[in-house]
């Protein structure tokens, strides 16, 4: 973890730093945040030469620490406009620690993106020729550069929507199976791989090492404490059984389930596409379905899962909540193996399957497919590139004005995740002022229903800024949301973990205090590119157009919600 | 020009009022930027329910005077994001004002927009049922309400592009014959108009007359100065004989003229083009061809013609500059009856002729027809909204961004007009800092030539400051950009036409300032809506990639350009 490697995509050059001291303290989001807005002009061209793409494993990266191993991308946005980081599981971030890398930058672009593969290993990074695997869906891509460089591996890679440079594409990965295609899905960041001409980074990490730690007794104690809070979290088992899709039947009882284009919070089809339908379709069919499988070798919370279809053959993995309510009740289709199909198109093509789900939502209210009508949806994900397949493979936003739509379900350009914010009002508040657009990672207030009332105003901002530092210091450790039930009893362990990793002295409070600064980094680099704090508000229509079943609006007032940033960060609660 | 008329196009409420003292002293764009800063939310959707589309006469509307009946057109535009105010010639100004409205405000939106037409007249305002006119062509349009209204009303209207809220379209208008088709083109006020669900707007002045001015003798005298000048303008000879297209070739000797997708500022097909050969083909060709007609009545000017097709029937009317550069050679297209083919779809479309020429020539570097292809490039001008359509339709950068393109000629979300910035960069600290985006009225340096050197930094900002005032003022009085000559010369002129015509006592000085202040209006409002002053640049390819025959990029500093809001207002020089 003490490099930096630095990648030309115009000119091939590649260059081995050591880490800069401005960026020593830093990991995953918060390193992002830093090389974003000391290197890259927020007024640049996106899909330009003067963006950088970053790959950046967070603190705990290359450890032992369970459920540590996540990959941070990061760019600016050619979705929101803004910054961006979106993380992803999988074997990738463990792999690129290993072989010493704190942060890949990519910077520069090429006049004609060809699909180039990336190596990296110990020794540096290097160039691959003679793959041609430009055009290739991920999965063969992932299929081909397994056989040629083995299972052991770790590989991220972009599908045709990328290279086409999409703007709902994402960033690819998989598990130490290849089995999974999990993805750094959202802001796309895909579109910026593609524009660099880069298909996929192949990561060798045949002698790297599990970090230990500068003070190992330290970070081995925390370490062990970590995960066994983590086995003692009454959560773990329904996390094991039914994966993010155990909330599918609550966020539908109350009332927040995205369903036919963001037009109602709740879908009568509900019990065929819940948690608990998965885990029973799973255990019933056999064959390859797997319920309780990690991303991360190593993880012990376990929430991933293989979908089969009806003879048992994977038809998609991981099946997971956002997926099934955008793809699922929000394009009114009412069976898994619908939502399994639509899901691995996406997956293929190399698309965000969250804003995928909120233009086909669009497109079918447009009347190019009926709601409900999987195969009619199934044609709309076409990966030639034909001009419909342009229009909808740039997300929510863009969809929507091309077909003159008034229900365009988006906040600062990125389509919104699955929960409605006239229904959980918090969402509305990080949607909006959470540097990373409309995203459920950057601030989820589902979890908080049991303190504050989802369909109050009271409350929201608080609750809103305290989740969104959480995130923060989550995305900055390479740490999964779903590890975070320890670090809300213990808030110290965090640093504890950090300390012991890198010899450092911080307290919870500094690493709270650095992830508030990190908000204020990412908040800089979005208003120096044109986000006014004003000009951002949830859709027209859900301050209009009450959402059933009860029937609320979203009426937090926009000023209200800039208020977040006037906050004092908690340096007591995680 | 006395009232104010408020339509409310969701309940269609209609309200007469007398025009309140804040508008008083205004008229045209500085009208609109003041009902658009009190009354818009700079954050609303331009195509939702919190927009208003204003349509307003300028200072001068109404009155005998040469060449001052332009209508102004404004909302937030749907392409930039900003406000937008678009003018235009033809006969609706002038009714405008003889009916007695400084202005009339279209509030608020339908659900379902349905294509209305709405009849001014003195008595007040009406809607008008049963003209079916919704899908129906921009000439077809015009035809019907001719036949069922008579020659002498004046018409606003959108075509099928307008009503699916494509935000390239914009609000055509005609001349007293009914021959020409005029349009309020740029930053999509046809889709505002579509989204408010008014197809068309006829304006019967049958009872209003000529203002003679609250001062008559003060006026009379001005006006007829004016038109002595306007007459012995050594320019006006060109005018008439060449129109607009006068300039094609100079353009193209300055390396300016954009030619295929703006990757060249010359044109090897320039001759058959050119301004001369327009107008040896229709004296040639005869039939119902023209040149030197008059797009309003009482114009000294006549820079407009009827473009005869080789049978001698019209093909398009009027055969402009921008149109030749934009659907011309930036579309690699050599013959004028190739351009004239375009421009009279475009113009029955309801589509703006400068962004759909752009928007071809991106279309074209991305594969979509070959350069020079007439046949291909119409075949993309389709109306019935193919996903095709859908993406040409919304203008230079959503086409850009849906093709994946580097080279998007676009500025502040608008496409480029005739003049390429590498070339004649006064124009590119134009297209940066006006409030209206890149945009060929707003500030064209074209004409300075003789003074501030097109291809050097040194005083552009400057210069650009004194063209973008004379703009604000042009635009406010109602005064074709052609009519300036009389008021280089005497400065004072307009504020006598302005005091004459209202028993106001102004000096050129105020009127300076108050079109300075305009600016300070829109720009806030600008800012608002999000538009930072540093996020505006002309696109990163003109700053990296030379122009031939120059080779000059696009050189100046975006920081330097922003000092043009630092500049003091020349109070003695129009």
């Known amino acids: 973890m003490d490099r930096v490697v630095r990648v030309n995509a115009r000119t091939g050059a590649i260059e081995v730093e050591s880490v800069p001291e401005e960026l020593a303290r830093w990991g995953g989001r918060g390193l992002i945040a830093r090389v974003i807005g000391r290197e890259v002009s927020p007024v640049c061209d996106p899909l330009g030469r003067g963006n950088r793409l970053i790959f950046a494993p967070g603190w705990l990266g290359g450890t032992a620490v369970a459920a540590s191993g996540r990959l941070s991308v990061g760019a600016k946005s050619p979705l929101t406009g803004g910054i961006k980081e979106a993380n992803v599981g999988g074997e990738a971030g463990q792999k690129l620690a290993r072989v010493g890398v704190r942060a890949l930058i990519v910077e520069d672009a090429p006049d004609e993106p060809e699909g180039r593969v990336l190596l990296l290993s110990c020794d540096g990074a290097e160039w691959v020729d003679g793959m041609g695997l430009s055009g290739a869906g991920v999965r063969e891509t992932f299929r081909r550069l397994r056989e040629r460089f083995g299972p052991k591996h770790g590989v991220v890679a ?39 001409g880069i298909k996929a980074i192949v990561i060798d990490d045949g002698d790297g090492e599990v970090a230990r730690g500068a003070e190992p007794d330290r970070f081995g104690d925390a370490a062990k404490r970590f995960t066994a809070a983590l086995l003692a979290d009454p959560k773990l088992e329904g996390r094991r059984k039914y994966g993010t899709a155990g909330i ?13 284009n963001f037009s109602s919070g709740s879908f009568e089809a509900i019990d065929a596409i819940s948690g608990a339908t998965l885990a029973e379709t799973i255990a019933a069919r056999g064959g390859e379905g797997r319920s309780g499988t990690a991303c991360m070798t190593g993880c012990v919370i ?17 099946l997971q909540y956002e997926n099934i309510a955008l793809l699922g009740s929000n394009c009114g289709i009412e069976t898994l193996d619908g939502i ?163 010899g450092w002295d911080l307290s919870f409070g500094d690493i709270a205090r650095g992830a508030a600064a990190t908000l204020g980094v990412e908040r800089a680099f979005n208003v120096a590119a044109g986000h006014s704090d004003l000009t951002c508000d949830v859709p027209e229509f859900m301050r209009d157009e009450p959402l059933p079943p009860h029937g609320t609006v979203y009426d937090i007032d926009p000023q209200e919600m800039q208020r977040i940033w006037t906050l004092e960060t908690d340096t007591k609660r995680f």
């Open 302 to 318: 376990r929430c991933s899962n293989v979908f089969p279809d009806a003879g048992g053959k994977r038809a998609v993995a991981s």
């Open 158 to 196: 972009i599908g045709p929507a990328g290279e086409m440079r999409m703007t709902a594409a994402g960033v690819a990965t998989t598990d130490a199976d290849g089995v999974q295609v999990r993805y750094a899905a959202r802001g796309g960041l895909g579109a910026v791989m593609g524009s660099k």
């Open 340 to 502: 399994a199909e639509l899901n691995a198109r996406c997956n293929d093509l190399g698309l965000d399957a969250i804003e995928m789900g909120g233009v086909l939502g669009v497109a079918m209210e447009a009347g190019h497919a009926r709601f409900g009508d999987v195969e009619g949806a199934a044609k709309l994900l076409v990966g030639e590139g034909t001009p419909l397949g342009r229009i909808l493979g740039q997300g929510v936003v863009f969809a929507g004005r091309a077909f003159g739509m008034r229900r365009v379900p988006a906040v600062n350009g990125q389509g919104i995740p699955g929960y409605d914010p006239r229904a959980l009002k918090g969402n509305g508040v990080t949607y909006v002022t959470s540097p990373m657009g409309a995203d459920h990672t950057a601030g989820n207030a589902f979890g908080s229903r049991g303190t504050v009332d989802p369909l109050g105003v009271d409350g929201q901002v608080e609750n809103a800024r305290m989740l969104q530092i959480r995130s923060v210091i989550l995305d900055t450790s390479g740490l999964c949301l779903f590890a975070r039930g320890p670090l809300i009893a213990e808030p110290g362990l965090i640093a504890e973990l950090a300390n012991g990793r890198f």
């Open 248 to 260: 599918v039947a609550t966020a539908n009882e109350l009332g927040l389930l995205p369903t036919r």
